[in-house]
């Protein structure tokens, strides 16, 4: 992270950087001292020692190696201090931290932050995430312990944030990469009792408690020296860490002119430190000891006196200015958010040899894709269309339903839905593009005569129905190319064949036909046309030289439905072939959007999204909890 980048951002949000403390990104270091990113590195010493009011990170246990510690790594003995104190009662950090469930012990919660000095002491907090891996607050009021748990599971990767005010109330909280949007839960604590010690990574003393430190590696600290109360300016902190400039828009706008009608003097004097002296003060050192840390002292007096000259204004006139706005730009890249986005697919039903997964997604979540219905309830909004998924088939707008009056498609059982179908739609402004499709014409083609029609008694002609292929065809290897419907090209679009969607690169692919960009299906895997057929005793069909012959009846073709893809975002594809059984697919990104052999899967009924050894993913040992749930006994659910 760039810090100037990031306070940059922090003010183009509205938020101070004044407040700003602390910033360890872990990539700077020096012997057991951390970095604070706010300063230069020279910054940090006075005559070769290390300055406290520049709050440096302090590495005062360690086991892993120096080295990696300054690098972040941890793996839950080790800790930091941050810097000598942490004064303020109110005050905000964020941590953004990874950790690697696998390997954790999965015995004990594991503590992320601390200023509970003994574990169990009367004054501090700390702030850590549960074997279920959810975030929680615990404290001690006297000698009872108080504990506040999220239950919301965390990922692999988080940015969590505490922030305390005025002593009774704290905030805590993450935010979440797949919603994009901030999880937090604000709590009463009575009986809290602020402690000026600060450290990272778990807690100094864990005697008389069941926890363990952090295993994994922290990422980035930031610390502010107040409360920030609001939460859409926590997220903005979040979001900051991302950040990488602006993008400006230039607009003109009036405004009325002022003009000074007169001035007011005023005289202040300005107090502050008229000198500074030093002494050296103790945290203890990882290998033994202690290590020293230079804290100033400010002596105080008016070093100046100022004249205020304050000018009275009246109005002048109007006038035209040219103005710039601002949008703010963050990295989506996986260097960036994108990599919050690591995750697994674990499908509820296994899938077998042969099987295809085919996942869209993208850099950013999308906020209209993946919506479900409420009892059929569907808005449409200011969106052009919707792509609505009915048991994992595409249904299309004025084929398969209607939006009825104020855009809403609503309804008990309507149209042959029912309670127990499963819906989720897209929202789009692309264009959507039907057609009805014979399929392959050489093989489905109805012959409607025996061809033997001529007053001579020759051959005669042939006649089909349909009477001509519909697109382009190469009956040799079965292709149909379709250049495109109604003067636009198809190349860039899904398509979907009776609701199921095909995969590009193996049910079809794009070419050129001649000079024209073409999709290129392949003929033997598209359905053929259909017709119930009454033929006459010399094998013609009834009525064969109507249109339509009297002779065919319940016509069946099918429905190509040609979707754009999704401009604005940057999308990624990943198709996967299983070569064996299995239930899981591995992705990173986010609004996914899955099929199995072309049938639209929906979250949390085909399948979940976990991470690697989450409780929730099926390959999380519970062999070490405390708590017997069932004996085979008759009343069940029993805890002791």
């Known amino acids: ?70 690098t972040g790594l941890i793996s839950g003995t080790e800790l930091y201090r941050v810097g000598k104190n942490n004064p303020n009662a109110d005050f905000t950090f964020i941590l953004d931290y990874s950790t690697d469930l696998c390997n954790a012990s999965g015995e004990a919660s594991q503590i992320l932050a601390s200023s509970n000095e003994q574990g169990t002491g009367a004054s501090g907090f700390a702030l850590g995430v549960t074997q279920s891996n959810r975030l929680f607050f615990e404290y001690y009021s006297g000698p009872t ?11 692999d990767r988080n940015s969590v944030f505490l922030n305390v005010h005025n002593s ?44 363990t430190g952090l295993e994994g590696v922290n990422k980035e600290f930031i610390l502010f020296g107040d409360s920030i109360d ?45 000198g500074v002296t030093y002494f050296i003060q103790t945290v203890p050192h990882p290998t033994g000891g202690t290590t020293d840390l230079l804290v100033g002292s400010g002596m105080s007096g008016i070093i100046d006196t100022i004249d205020y000259i304050t000018p009275m204004t009246g109005f002048a006139g109007s006038g035209t200015s040219v103005t710039t706005s601002r949008s703010f730009l963050y990295d989506t890249t996986t260097g960036g958010k994108s990599i919050y986005g690591d995750k697994t697919l674990a499908f509820v039903t296994s899938l077998v040899s042969g099987d295809f997964v085919e996942t869209y997604y993208y850099d950013k979540p999308i906020p209209n894709f993946n919506l479900t219905t409420d009892n059929f309830v569907l808005d449409k909004g200011s969106f052009n269309s919707v792509l609505l998924f009915h048991n994992g088939l595409l249904n299309i707008e004025g084929v398969d339903f209607n939006i009825g009056n104020e855009n809403i498609f609503a309804g008990e059982s309507i149209q042959g839905y029912d309670g127990s179908d499963a819906f989720a739609y897209n929202l789009l402004n692309e264009d959507i593009i039907t057609s009805e499709f014979s399929g392959m014409w050489s093989r489905s083609r109805i012959l409607l005569n025996s061809g033997d029609v001529s007053e001579s008694g020759g051959l005669g002609t042939r006649y089909y129905y349909p009477a001509a292929s519909q697109y382009h065809e190469a009956a040799d290897n079965n292709q149909i190319y379709i250049t495109g419907i109604s003067g636009q090209s198809l190349t860039g679009y899904d398509l979907f064949i009776n609701g199921q969607k095909l995969i590009e690169g193996y049910d079809y692919h794009t070419g ?35 249109n339509p012959p009297s002779g065919l009846s319940s016509v069946e073709s099918s429905l190509l439905v040609f979707v754009q893809k999704t401009t604005g975002a940057q999308m990624s594809r990943k198709v996967t072939r299983f070569e064996a059984d299995g239930s899981t697919v591995k992705l990173t990104g986010y609004s996914e959007q899955v099929w199995v052999n072309g049938i639209r899967q929906i979250e949390g009924a085909n399948y979940i ?11 999380y040992s519970f062999t070490n909890d405390l708590f017997l749930f069932y004996n085979n006994q008759s009343t069940f659910f029993n805890i002791e």
Request: glycine share 10%; hydrophobic share 30%; net charge negative.
């Open 1 to 70: 992270m760039n810090i100037e980048d990031y306070k940059n951002c922090l003010l183009g949000k509205g938020i101070p950087t004044g407040n700003l403390t602390a910033v360890y990104d872990f990539t700077g270091g020096s012997g057991n001292y951390v970095y604070n990113s706010l300063y230069s590195e020279a910054a940090h010493f006075l005559s070769g020692s290390m300055r406290a009011d520049k709050i440096p990170g302090v590495i005062v246990k360690n086991t892993v190696g120096l080295p990696k510690m300054l």
């Open 512 to 546: 050129t036909t001649g000079i024209y960009p073409s999709v290129i299906l392949s003929g033997a895997d598209m359905p053929d046309f259909s017709s119930d057929v009454v033929r006459t005793g010399s094998g013609n069909v009834s009525g064969w030289d109507s």
């Open 168 to 211: 009774d109330q704290a905030t805590l909280g993450f935010y979440n990469y797949e919603a994009d949007q901030l999880v937090s839960n604000s709590l009463s604590i009575p009986g809290y009792t602020h402690s000026d010690t600060l450290y990272l990574g778990g807690l100094y003393n864990y005697s008389g408690t069941t926890h």
């Open 145 to 155: 312990k108080k504990s506040y748990t999220i239950d919301k599971e965390l990922s």
């Open 609 to 619: 999204k976990t991470y690697p050894c989450s409780p929730t993913s099926g390959h």
């Open 230 to 274: 609001a939460p859409n300016l926590i997220e903005s902190c979040i979001d900051c860490m991302f950040f990488t400039g602006f993008s400006d828009n230039v607009t003109t706008t009036l405004f009325d002119q002022f003009k000074a009608t007169g001035f007011n003097f005023s005289t202040q004097n300005i107090s502050g430190n008229t």
